[in-house]
């Protein structure tokens, strides 16, 4: 069974076909699927859509992006969805020095804020981070962050970070990229990792594999990231999908994913 642990479907170009294509991707062998949030409506409207599909779980938090827009009463609202048996995870939430669509620190106030409440309703992070690899080092160390773990998703940093986040207890996950020519130190990475602290995601509808890039991406896709993981760790397909189901189960603490997924 194929776990995509890191997906958007709550995004706007989805509208026109959004239940054609989770189903389609179910009946590929995707059989569990998680919503990631990216600001406080989507992480609602989130929760929503996963209540309409036994297989599907949901994560609530403020992206990097959106982080101008976080408050008390945005910290209230995910504390109260986050107790929806749905939600499974604080996130996505972080760093994207990159872009840096909101200020440096506001992102820090906001990330640091979401680990602390992680760690009281005791959910695992669902964790961006792009160029700010030193920044989130350091406030996941001052936050205590490994009290309530998570994942790095779609990691991107060197095997040297990945060291310092692996012995915190974090997960890794990779998407499409991992199947890019020139996707050099994400290869190594994944080849570097212990094989129980990889997780797969397609963070759809961005990062299609190929030889789909530049196409809108879907999690019926996930399988294209998985043959690559499996090439790059000489096993088969079979044990990178089992593997990394077995991974995402862990650390959501997905107990019922033959029934209705869910704490």
Known sequence: MLFDTHTHYDDPRY????????RNAHARGVGLMLNASSELKSGIEGIRIAREYPFMVAAIGVHPHYAGSYSPDAEKEIRRRARDPKVVAVGETGLDYYYENSPKQAQKDCFA????LARELKLPLVIHSREAARDTLDI???ENAQEAGGVLHC???????AALLLKMGFYFSFGGVLTFKNARQAKEVAAWLPLDRIL?????PYLSPEPYR??????????????????????TVEEAEEATCRN????FQIRDHEGTAGR
């Open 113 to 116: 804020s979401q680990i602390a």
């Open 200 to 204: 797969v995601e397609t963070d759809c």
């Open 140 to 142: 996941l160390r001052s």
């Open 155 to 161: 990691y991107g940093g060197s095997v040297e970070t």
């Open 214 to 235: 530049g196409q809108r991406n879907d999690s019926s896709l996930l399988i294209h990231v998985v043959k690559a993981l499996a090439a790059i760790r000489g096993i």
């Open 15 to 22: 509208d026109a076909d959004r239940d054609e294509i989770i």
């Open 248 to 251: 995402g189960l862990e650390l």
